[in-house]
């Protein structure tokens, strides 16, 4: 019987000022992670894995940008949740911002009902 464990949440930093230079890079550790898991019986759930790329430029070419997995490609997500704090590619606040508010409109409309009940 051969058992496969999961590794539940891995975060890989990188950068660099070349494009490609850093696609080359990831790639590359992208090919060790994956002899690593395999050969520590772990397994990674591509359809779950995802990767951003921050930048405070404008980036017209990013459809070529690849990332592997063996022989599955990595999606490219815009905005990521991690530890809370919703991450988007040009590190904006946006997205964590609407979110909060939202989540925050819930709450005071909640404690809004409840004040009448408290007596």
Do not use: P
């Amino acid at each position: 019987m051969r058992i496969k464990i999961f590794i539940v949440y891995t975060v890989f930093v990188q950068s660099d000022n070349n494009l490609g230079k850093l696609q080359n890079s990831i790639n590359c550790e992208m090919t060790k992670k994956m002899v690593w898991l395999t050969a520590n019986i772990f397994s990674l759930n591509i359809s779950k894995t995802k990767y951003i790329l921050i930048t405070n430029i404008l980036l017209m070419h990013t459809g070529l940008f690849v990332i592997k997995a063996k022989v599955n490609h990595i999606k490219r997500t815009a905005i990521y949740k991690y530890l809370g704090v919703i991450l988007d590619e040009n590190l904006t606040w946006k997205e964590h911002c609407k979110q909060l508010c939202s989540t925050i409109s819930k709450y005071v409309g909640v404690t809004y009902k409840v004040k009448h009940y408290d007596k």
